[in-house]
T-cell receptor, first 111, second 110 residues
Framework: DAGITQSPRYKITETGRQVTLMCHQT?????MFWYRQDLGHGLRLIYY???????DKGEVPDGYVVSRSKTENFPLTLESATRSQTSVYFC??????????FGQGTRLTVV | QKEVEQNSGPLSVPEGAIASLNCTYS??????FFWYRQYSGKSPELIMF????GDKEDGRFTAQLNKASQYVSLLIRDSQPSDSATYLC??????????FGTGTRLLVSP
């Protein structure tokens, strides 16, 4: 199916565990983004990528790692999950100078 | 100072009224501006985008941009209860980094 998909949709993990959230887009958009959304904070940018192998930090990158070996994939890894990383995570992709398209979101709970 | 600022609301308007949502941004190099709507538990979806100073109309929605004042607004005419949602302002900065405001919650009462 064409579009942008995130997996898993829901995840519960324990404090200290490593967890990876997946994002896949079929449009070959250059830019991809990871946001987290928490009540009162809106969408905060974690990392973004301009192309394969080009990534940069956003507003809240601490505790997260990204990679982009292929244009279509942009996984987000929490190296050692903490309760403060409980959130809804959105992946998005966009071409140059147009709007971004969002995945369905991943609801992550760290216990 | 946050890069994109919005009043969190809620903004309450009666059905049929005009809802006015506002957003300011800090990066003068920003080139394009977007309004997204987000229903509870859903992903953001694009309503409108605007690149040039002035007004842009699409149905009941009008986006307004003033680059000198670093100000973007969204007007919703003839507001409907189905318009009740959170409206997110997004700014495409000079490096194509898309930054969002915290969103304004709109409540339209029948």
């Amino acid at each position: 199916d064409a579009g942008i998909t995130q997996s898993p949709r829901y995840k519960i993990t324990e404090t200290g565990r490593q967890v990876t959230l997946m994002c896949h887009q079929t449009w070959s958009h250059s830019y991809m983004f990871w946001y987290r959304q928490d009540l009162g904070h809106g969408l905060r940018l974690i990392y973004y990528s301009a192309a394969a192998d080009i990534t940069d930090k956003g507003e809240v990158p601490d505790g997260y790692v990204v990679s982009r070996s292929k244009t279509e994939n942009f996984p987000l890894t929490l190296e050692s999950a903490t309760r403060s990383q409980t959130s809804v995570y959105f992946c998005a992709s966009k071409p140059v100078n147009t709007e971004a398209f969002f995945g369905q979101g991943t609801r992550l709970t760290v216990v | 100072q946050k890069e994109v600022e919005q009043n969190s609301g809620p903004l309450s308007v009666p059905e049929g009224a005009i809802a006015s949502l506002n957003c300011t941004y800090s990066d003068r190099g920003s080139q394009s501006f977007f309004w997204y709507r987000q229903y509870s538990g859903k992903s953001p979806e694009l309503i409108m985008f605007i690149y040039s100073n002035g007004d842009k109309e699409d149905g009941r929605f009008t986006a307004q941009l003033n680059k000198a004042s670093q100000y973007v607004s969204l007007l919703i005419r003839d507001s409907q209860p189905s318009d009740s949602a959170t409206y997110l302002c997004a700014v495409n900065t000079g490096f194509q980094k898309l930054v969002f405001g915290t969103g304004t919650r709109l409540l339209v009462s029948p």
